[in-house]
């Protein structure tokens, strides 16, 4: 059973318009969220994170939101450039008890920014 | 300041083979980790390493092993390669292994079994 889930396997935006990209998760006990941009045939680029206690964490055009009562998180890129066409990761971390430290991914969503 | 970095970049094995697997972390990072991703789906944990030991395995037969050297850099082992090892592996290093530290990943090893 998929603990995080990217349900929109792609999305297309104009550029300069906002991307919102969604990841809904199950585990009450992740204590870190993370989001990953990431070309063919390259790894995992970390955008932006956000810890549990948070509700929003914002960095340049990149902000991240948090609402943990409905375990949803969603990734906000304003305003959206044709570079930022890439597929993207969302991810959680498991805190302690377990595998300390390890990201479970959802299968991610595939922009497009069309110029 | 280099990143993850690891090797090889791409290989192809036969079904049956052994690989090995390199991962340097970045300078100072103490912890790392090991993903397996196939195509169409996201990255899956394989093993955690912190300070030259196993601090969290996923779920993967045995025939995955790892270690972590004393210089903090790591080795993946693969044994009895079956086709469907064929994937993206990557490599992830973070400063600490369980308290609030961006992970960074590396360009991933392409394996190939046919």
């Known amino acids: 059973d998929q603990q995080v889930k990217q349900n929109s396997p792609s999305l297309s935006v104009q550029e300069g318009r906002i991307s919102i990209l969604n990841c809904d998760y199950t585990n009450s006990m992740f204590d870190y969220f993370l989001w990953y941009k990431k070309y063919p045939a390259e790894g995992p680029t970390f955008l932006i994170s956000i810890s549990s206690i948070k509700d929003k964490n914002e960095d340049g055009r990149f902000t991240v939101f948090l609402n943990k009562s409905a375990k949803h998180l969603s990734l906000h890129i304003v305003p959206s450039q044709p570079g930022d066409s890439a597929v993207y990761f969302c991810?959680?971390?498991?805190?302690?008890?377990?595998?300390?430290?390890?990201?479970?991914f959802g299968k991610g969503t595939k922009l497009s920014v069309k110029p | 300041d280099a990143g993850v970095t690891q090797s090889p970049t791409h290989l192809i094995k036969t079904r049956g083979q052994q690989v090995t697997l390199r991962c340097s972390p970045i300078s100072g990072h103490k912890s790392v980790s090991w993903y397996q991703q196939v195509l169409g789906q996201g990255p899956q944990f394989i093993f955690q390493?912190?300070?030259?030991?196993?601090?969290g395995r996923g779920n993967f037969p045995d025939r995955f092993s790892a270690r972590q050297f004393p210089n903090y850099s790591s080795e993946l082992n693969v044994n009895a390669l079956l086709l469907g090892d064929s994937a993206l592996y990557l490599c992830?290093?973070?400063?600490?292994?369980?308290?609030?530290?961006?992970?960074?990943f590396g360009e991933g090893s392409w394996l190939t079994v046919v």
């Open positions: 992830a290093s973070s400063f600490q292994g369980g308290s609030g530290n961006t992970i960074y």
């Open positions: 390493y912190y300070e030259k030991e196993e601090r």
């Open positions: 991810a959680a971390r498991e805190g302690y008890g377990g595998s300390q430290g390890n990201l479970i």
